[in-house]
C-alpha cells in the first residue's frame, strides 16, 4: 500500500523532528487561516484516530484488512 507508506514515512518524520514540525503547523495555520477554517471540524476526529491507532499499536496491514473485511 504506497498510502501507507507514505503516511508512515511522515509519521516517521514527525516523531524525529517533533519540535520544529509543531512550529511547522503553528506557522501554517496561522498564515493560512482558511485551511485552518476548514480542518477544525475534523479536528476532533483526527485526534481520537491518531490516539486510538497510538494505543493499540496496529499493524497497518492488518487495519487495512480489517477494514476492506470486516466481517
Known sequence: MPILKGLT???AWLGRRGTRALALSVFIGLSLPQLAA???PFL???VFVMLLSSYLR???GAFVRHF???V
Open 9 to 11: 514515512a511522515v509519521l
Open 38 to 40: 476548514y480542518v477544525k
Open 44 to 46: 476532533g476526529v483526527l
Open 58 to 60: 496496529t499493524d497497518p
Open 68 to 70: 476492506k473485511s470486516p
